[in-house]
């Protein structure tokens, strides 16, 4: 009897340590302890706000009317002490226990099934009740003390398996809940964008028609209101563009149309479109180019989009009088970009997460200027696209480096 009971622990033991599914260790336990003790059928509950029990799993050599999912509140129960307590329950007679507590319409299903006998067993957890486990028998007087403390020895190995299985549930439904919210996330970005497009157009426009006159003379004051409506509509059309764009990324909806081409035209063609704001705070914008070029494959509206982010974002973060270093270096696989700014820098710990979306550095733009919080996390993920990688070096005080490389060699396809 010892030697068997000592084996069996042992292999149950091997299968939770094994990394094995909470099913194979119940179905193990199920198959293989009734050499050690007796029993018709096994259930296992689940313990539900300290008040309430949930039938989760059940296995019989008869028919099972006390199937999972069955929830029923103890607080009146004798199963109350099995889970406060940590106390064995045995039961020798489920029949006259039904006539001492008719209303329990869980001994009601068990006796339906001719279950006579029960033993319960909590199962604990580092002293933490998970859940309770029903050895049942369709004998009488089947179950002893004796019995209890050996359960007690796997009932705790079983709990361990137990609880990983209801962490891992668990994490699964939350895992899907937040899939089908990302969904609708994703959904409502997009119809909200596309609502919002035509009505900021037709702003833009009718400030563009303001500033060149065609409905007459303005005053200065309403040529700067003017001036700032159109300022804050482009701030809006920006930010639902990135929108839009992200959307596509992450349902991968994006595609690259890639053509041969020259890096450094790109960057010359971004700090062209960004000069204004350069120019604006007196920021030099300098770029090192070597004297040949080597063609590359690449998507250059896609390129444009991230230098134009790149060094909007030096420009955004760098004080008056300051500048900003482009440099372009070539390997024999890829190409190598980075945008050097001398300004305010990003702090250590802001640096693991500077390419998440809607994240947003401690650092402040120099003039207050505002941004999505996912222009760089476009960046990554279109950098991504290109087989190549995204990084930033960065101190406080010191500025900040953001670097990319591509792969020199890349497919002349849609991605």
Wanted: hydrophobic letters at 40%.
């Amino acid at each position: 009897m010892e030697g068997k009971s000592e084996y069996l622990l042992h292999k149950i033991t091997e299968e939770i340590n094994s990394g094995k599914s909470f099913d194979d260790v119940f179905n193990l336990v199920y198959e293989n302890l009734n050499k050690i003790i007796q029993y018709n059928r096994i259930g296992i509950a689940i313990v539900k706000d300290g008040s309430r029990l949930i039938a989760r799993k059940s296995r019989s050599d008869g028919h099972i009317i006390l199937g999972d999912d069955f929830e029923e509140d103890i607080r009146d129960s004798s199963l109350k002490n099995v889970i406060e307590k940590g106390e064995p329950r045995i039961i020798n007679d489920l029949e006259d226990y039904l006539e001492k507590k008719p209303d329990s319409l869980s001994t009601q299903k068990i006796v339906s099934e001719g279950i006579k006998s029960n033993l319960t067993l909590p199962l604990l957890v580092k002293g933490k009740p998970v859940g309770v486990i029903f050895f049942s028998s369709r004998d009488k007087n089947i179950y002893s003390e004796k019995d209890s403390e050996y359960l007690k020895l796997i009932a705790g190995h079983i709990a361990i398996s137990f609880e990983k299985a209801i962490l891992i549930e668990e994490l699964e439904k939350t895992n899907e809940r937040l899939r089908e919210l990302n969904k609708m996330k994703d959904e409502f970005v997009s119809i909200v964008s596309h609502d919002l497009r035509s009505p900021l157009t037709g702003i833009m426009l009718c400030s563009d028609m303001f500033l060149m006159k065609i409905f007459g003379e303005l005053t200065e004051k309403q040529k700067e209101a003017v001036q700032s409506i159109k300022k804050a509509t482009q701030h809006l059309t920006k930010l639902i563009n990135n929108l839009l764009d992200l959307a596509k990324i992450e349902a991968g909806k994006i595609e690259l149309h890639k053509l041969k081409g020259k890096i450094g035209g790109a960057v010359k063609e971004s700090i062209n479109a960004m000069q204004f704001n350069a120019h604006e705070k007196k920021i030099d914008i300098k770029l090192n180019l070597p004297e040949a070029e080597p063609e590359i494959n690449a998507d250059w509206l896609k390129i444009f989009q991230v230098m134009n982010n790149l060094i909007g974002n030096a420009i955004k973060f760098t004080h008056e009088g300051g500048s900003v270093t482009i440099n372009v270096i070539y390997s024999q696989d890829g190409a190598e970009v980075s945008v050097a700014d001398t300004g305010q820098g990003i702090a250590e710990d802001d640096i693991p997460l500077i390419f998440d979306k809607f994240r947003q550095v401690k650092s402040k733009a120099t003039r207050g200027e505002k941004g999505s919080g996912f222009g760089l996390a476009i960046a990554k993920n279109l950098i991504k696209l290109h087989g190549g990688r995204i990084w930033v070096e960065s101190e406080v005080g010191k500025g900040s480096t953001f670097y990319f490389s591509i792969p020199i060699n890349q497919k002349m396809c849609k991605q």
